[in-house]
């Protein structure tokens, strides 16, 4: 590539340096002919007046003529006004033409100096003729014509034009060497651009052009590689997005395959043990009220089920209602602590209350706010043994963004939860041991619940947990309604 540049450049200027040889010839070999014949006249004519002032006063002898012209070292022919040639210094006059038609003896014979170049007739070679008036005033009588052969200017001009070629030759090779230089220079630019437009083509926006300084391709590969920036930084894009829509796609299938998988064991258990009542079961009497509570336990899960998806659908739409308001926030936690105490009571679990500094406020939804920490504390309490101890509190704590906080706890001394799955845990369905879940009730919906509504508040909730060690949930709620968005991001709302 970078040859086949390379040699088109220099073609290029290989051919104007033709056309500048010849331009050169042209002109030098025109000007040098003009100059040589014009000073060549100029000096025959001085020759010629100086023979005509010192000697030809008088009709020549034939010897006495060729003497002269032996000196003037030119052929010389001295012509009277009628064309008559009365001496001639090469060849006899008595055989010659007359001259009258000659324009060097017409301008003589008018008293001017006449010149002209051609071939004699009289010899066949070409000559320079200069004619000079031997007479003064307008009508001299003879004309002495000066002639010289026209070779040795011609031999001039091609020593003058020889001269001029081999030097502009010598000029050019230094210019044909810069260009070769330039050429290559522009040859090896040129070759990356094109090698870097074909991987943009070839589809590889990692690839960067190294950068080439100033002119016209400096500005070209700096708008390619912009360019390539921008495609890989779009291809990332739409990558990104590509596999956002994938992971949106499977949570989706999921969360089908999820509330089917759930509906489908409550129903076929109410299902079953109505069939087996119908079927007589009915009138025995052992065991029709243990069947009865079965299916009514069923009945309670699918309304639980069911009222968790509602309430997760309208936190996602959005459309669930909320009347915040600002709560005294050691009442309003203890509250919620009272109301779960005979259930932790049950299984024999004291949950303590570090209720911190008193006084503060939290703003919030009242019910929502039931529900985040009845959810936690179902939690705790489901998954830590019997005899143990959970702790709820809360702190003020003032976000990177200046938002002042109220950040609650429930901390648990049981099971834990590993670390591979606690990034996963608020997603819904999302079950550490799925048969131990669902056995103690549990559909793995708590959690997602607890993330959207807290993350409604403007709030956010993490775990911190090492295996046998216990866990505590943490959710943070605003202190005045600075906090909560007017609506909260669209990738909250997926999960
Ligand atoms: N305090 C905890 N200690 C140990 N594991 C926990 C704790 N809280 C939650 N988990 C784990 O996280 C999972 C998800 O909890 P989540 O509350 O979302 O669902 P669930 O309790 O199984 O069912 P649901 O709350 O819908 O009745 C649980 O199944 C459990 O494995
Ligand atoms: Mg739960």
Not at 152 to 177: C, E, G, K, W, Y
Not at 375 to 385: I, Q
């Amino acid at each position: 590539m970078t040859a086949r540049i390379f040699l088109k450049l220099i073609a290029v200027v290989v051919f104007l340096g033709g056309i500048a040889l010849v331009t050169a010839d042209v002109l030098a070999s025109g000007v040098a002919e003009r100059y040589l014949l014009a000073h060549l006249t100029s000096a025959l004519e001085g020759k010629g007046r100086v023979i005509v002032q010192e000697h030809l006063t008088a009709p020549l002898e034939q010897e006495e003529i060729r003497q002269l012209a032996q000196a003037a070292e030119a052929r010389l022919t001295v012509a009277a006004s009628d064309g008559r040639v009365l001496a001639e210094s090469e060849i006899d006059p008595a055989g010659m033409e007359n001259h009258l038609s000659r324009p060097e003896f017409q301008a003589a014979f008018q008293g001017r100096v006449g010149s002209d170049t051609r071939s004699s007739r009289t010899i066949g070679i070409d000559f320079l003729y200069v004619a000079v008036p031997m007479e003064p005033g307008p009508r001299p009588r003879l004309a002495l014509r000066l002639a010289m052969p026209r070779k040795a200017v011609n031999d001039d001009i091609h020593t003058i034009r020889t001269r001029i070629l081999q030097s502009v030759a010598l000029a050019f090779l230094p210019a044909v060497m810069i260009a070769a230089f330039l050429a290559r220079r522009i040859a090896g630019r040129l070759s990356s651009v094109i090698a870097y437009a074909g991987e943009l083509a070839n589809g590889n926006f990692q690839a960067r052009l190294p950068a080439i300084t100033g002119g016209d391709l400096g500005v070209l590969s700096q708008k390619l590689n912009e360019t390539g920036v921008k495609l890989e930084r779009t291809v990332q894009q739409l990558q990104t997005e590509h596999a956002e829509l994938d992971r949106l796609e499977r949570v989706r299938r999921d969360f089908v395959i999820n509330v089917s998988h759930e509906l489908r064991t409550p129903l076929a258990s109410i299902q079953g043990y109505a069939e087996t009542l119908i079927d007589g079961a009915l009138y025995d009497e052992k065991n029709n009220l243990r069947f009865l509570n079965i299916i009514r336990h069923n009945a309670e899960r699918l309304t639980g089920l069911t009222a968790d998806l509602l309430t997760l659908s309208r936190l996602e739409l959005r459309t669930k209602e909320f009347r915040f308001a600002s709560f005294h926030t050691a009442e309003l936690l203890g509250g919620v602590v009272d109301t779960f105490r005979p259930i932790a009571d049950r299984k024999h679990v004291t949950i303590l209350q570090d209720l911190g500094e008193d006084g503060s406020e939290v703003f919030c939804d009242s019910e929502a706010f039931y529900q985040v920490v009845s959810n936690l504390l179902d939690n705790a309490v489901k998954y830590t043994p019997e005899n143990s101890t959970i702790t709820v509190g809360f702190r003020p704590v003032t976000k990177p963004d200046g938002a002042s906080t109220i950040e609650f706890y429930v901390r648990d001394s049981g099971m834990g939860i590993p670390a591979e799955d606690q990034s996963r845990l608020f997603e819904r369905f999302y079950r550490v041991d799925k048969a131990r879940s669902r056995d103690l009730g549990g559909t793995g919906l708590g959690l997602a619940i607890v993330k959207h509504l807290v993350r409604a508040h403007g709030g956010d909730v993490r775990v911190e947990s090492e295996i046998g060690q216990g866990a505590t949930f943490f959710f943070t709620l605003p202190v005045d309604d600075v906090g909560i968005p007017e609506q909260a991001p669209a990738s909250a709302a997926i999960l």
